[in-house]
T-cell receptor, first 113, second 116 residues
Framework: DQQVKQNSPSLSVQEGRISILNCDYT??????FLWYKKYPAEGPTFLIS?????DKNEDGRFTVFLNKSAKHLSLHIVPSQPGDSAVYFC????????????FGGGTRLMVKP | NAGVTQTPKFRVLKTGQSMTLLCAQD?????MYWYRQDPGMGLRLIHY???????AKGEVPDGYNVSRLKKQNFLLGLESAAPSQTSVYFC???????????????FGPGTRLTVL
């Protein structure tokens, strides 16, 4: 039973438009959420994160929104650029459970020029 | 700094063979992790270590063993490989404490393993 789910395996967006990647979780004990970006033949790299005490965190073109009541978070990329084309993983952690990360299945984002 | 490196990059095994994947980090990180990535499943934690000489089980530990004899190295062993262990394996490392924007896990480039 996956505790973190990314229901869209892929997303295609035009350059300059907004990309919205979604993530749902089932475990209400998760208290920290992270997004990782992965290019082919490379390991994931950290992108942005949010604590459960916040509902929004912004870093340049990237914003993560957290809706705790809906157990849902989203990553917004504005404006999208071709270099953003990658697989994006949502991950969650619980500080009372060894700080391990639980990952979603990933969403492949394709930004068309 | 090389960051996190993994050896080998690719490997093909026959069912029943054994092998060891090597992970090395030069960032003086206390924590190290082994994940596997399967299509649609994201990354799942196999084993992890919070310091030299210590290891612990993750979400999917069966069929794997690990050792952390030196702080900078974390070895993942498959004693008797099975086709279900065909996957991409990622090693990661971090400083102690919960993951955050100040304490991210740094990942290696991965090892693609095929078991026939």
């Amino acid at each position: 039973d996956q505790q973190v789910k990314q229901n869209s395996p892929s997303l295609s967006v035009q350059e300059g438009r907004i990309s919205i990647l979604n993530c749902d979780y089932t475990n209400s004990m998760f208290d920290y959420f992270l997004w990782y970006k992965k290019y082919p033949a490379e390991g994931p790299t950290f992108l942005i994160s949010i604590s459960s005490i916040k509902d929004k965190n912004e870093d340049g073109r990237f914003t993560v929104f957290l809706n705790k009541s809906a157990k849902h978070l989203s990553l917004h990329i504005v404006p999208s650029q071709p270099g953003d084309s990658a697989v994006y993983f949502c991950a969650a952690s619980r500080r009372d459970a060894g700080n391990m990360l639980t990952f979603g299945g990933g969403t492949r984002l394709m930004v068309k020029p | 700094n090389a960051g996190v490196t993994q050896t080998p990059k690719f490997r093909v095994l026959k069912t029943g063979q054994s092998m060891t994947l090597l992970c090395a980090q030069d960032m003086n990180h206390e924590y190290m992790y082994w994940y596997r990535q399967d299509p649609g499943m994201g990354l799942r934690l196999i084993h992890y270590s919070v310091g030299e000489g210590t290891t612990a089980k993750g979400e999917v530990p069966d069929g794997y063993n690990v050792s952390r004899l030196k702080k900078q190295n974390f070895l993942l062993g498959l004693e008797s490989a099975a086709p279900s262990q065909t996957s991409v394996y990622f090693c990661a490392s971090s400083f102690p404490g919960p993951p955050s924007s100040y304490n991210e896990q740094f990942f290696g480039p991965g090892t693609r393993l095929t078991v026939l």
